[in-house]
């Protein structure tokens, strides 16, 4: 019983020790480069005219770097019919403005319902096939696009649950997926993406040439209720990468959170007071400081549709203006 006594104590004198060295190296802050990501459809569900809120994006925010979605429900909605109308929009626009873009493509990308697959794709057999000639024309149409400096294959292909209308995904296609997408333009870097606090990152961390994060510092539970990890220290996901042998330089925040967490409800029905119980402008701020104390080169900031939202809908442009403010320092 005395030995078990001192096992438990040394392992928590460990874990505390651990805890405090992650601290302090917390306190150092690093250069980061921030880019913007973009959800056309999630700009039209909040009401708002997509493309001119693209280019106000690119105009008055002029972020170095966006990241946006091939999505398959929106480039293939009829079988066997391709249409880029929307993504050409996009990656030529940015074009025009030397933003570089990371494309995203596969069976998941950014923002609700997470798995972006045509409606005809869950009623077809040997899905393989199908998804392996839509990522082959998105492919196919931007690997020499002057706007393309990554491919995000997949968007947390690894998490291990249920989240979104996935009930057809399908994760051991996404090996052979970043495999296809290399072949046919071997001159991007590929990324791949993992949850940053509900995951180990074991697999997507060692898929892609680069691999992206997640950074959520607020949650809302179905229940209504609020977690905050405030308490997790930076050097928390700095040692998460240097676990498995990798630089933090080819670590970027794909998502950080910057707009408030939503469950089943949509903004025009949410009084604003709620809204920012999980995000308002000091909140913000401290998510902004807390992201250039990891080391992590690149960030990508999630949630461009909602201050766009506040700024048009509400007259607040706080978010807005603090985000341009940010983008502006060297």
Known sequence: MHRIKIFFLSFLFLLVS?????WLFSFRTYPVEFGISFNQDHATYLGLDWKKVYRDVLDD????????????????????????????????????????????VGQKSPRWPECH???????????????????????????????????????EPFIRFT???CSDFDESLVADEIIQVKSLDPKHKILVTDSGELSTWRKAIKAGDLFGTTLYRVVRTPGGSYF??????????????????KS???????????????????????????????????RLKKHV??????GSPRTYLWGVEWWAWMKEKKGNTQYWDLVKEELREP
Request: aromatic residues 16%.
């Open 61 to 104: 925010l002029q972020p170095k770097y966006i990241r946006i979605a091939a999505m398959w429900s929106d480039v293939e909605r009829k079988q066997g019919k391709f249409t880029f109308e929307n993504v050409d929009f996009m990656m030529n626009e940015a074009a025009k403005r030397n933003v570089k873009v990371m494309l995203v």
């Open 163 to 165: 989240f979104g209308d």
């Open 18 to 22: 651990l805890y405090g060295v992650l």
């Open 289 to 294: 400081d807390y992201v250039r104390r990891i």
């Open 248 to 282: 933090l330089n080819d670590v970027y925040v794909a998502e950080l959170q910057a707009e408030p967490w939503f469950t089943n409800t949509h903004p025009d029905t949410t009084p604003i007071a709620d809204q920012e119980k999980s995000m308002n402008i000091d």
């Open 228 to 245: 905050y990890y405030d308490w997790l220290p930076p050097g928390f996901y700095h040692l998460k990468a240097r676990l498995y042998g």
């Open 117 to 155: 697959v045509p409606s005809w794709y869950k009623t077809v057999s040997v899905k393989e096939k199908f998804l392996k000639e839509y990522v082959k024309k998105t492919v196919e149409r931007y690997r020499e696009h002057p706007a393309l400096e990554l491919w995000q294959v997949e968007n």
